[in-house]
């Protein structure tokens, strides 16, 4: 996967040494236009095991996936945003081989609860699950 994502993730956090600095960097990552279509706001797109309410969709176009998200929780959207940055325009077959560390190399991770910790996992496992659902199928989910 492109290491100049995470550089540039690595980049926003730099220098934040604190617990409350990094939430005040997510939530303002949050608070950024994020576009999502509603119609994609329903039970199917629901990413499983989240806090709060996300929503995934993603389209493939020439050969690669964008991934849209939608969380009605400000620390969650950010978060969201962040993970959707680092697999988007990117191939379903890099997507499934990649592993970030960026989020426990930054200490993002261990700075949340344990079930804002299990949703950001349940995003990358449904995120996997989209780009082999592309692979198999084809399919835009």
Known sequence: ?????ELYIQNLFNGLNSQE?????ILSLAKQE??????FKSEEYRVKGCQSNMFLYSIKKDGKLKFYVSSDALISQGLALIVTYLFNHETP?????????????LKITTSLSMNRSN????????????ALNHITNGEIQ
């Open 119 to 130: 949703g950001v996992q349940s995003l990358m496992t449904t995120i996997k699950k989209h």
């Open 21 to 25: 600095a990094i939430y005040q960097k």
């Open 93 to 105: 077959n890099n997507i499934l081989q990649y592993q970030p560390n960026i989020l426990t190399n």
């Open 1 to 5: 996967m492109n290491s100049k994502k």
């Open 34 to 39: 994020s576009p999502f279509d509603p119609q």
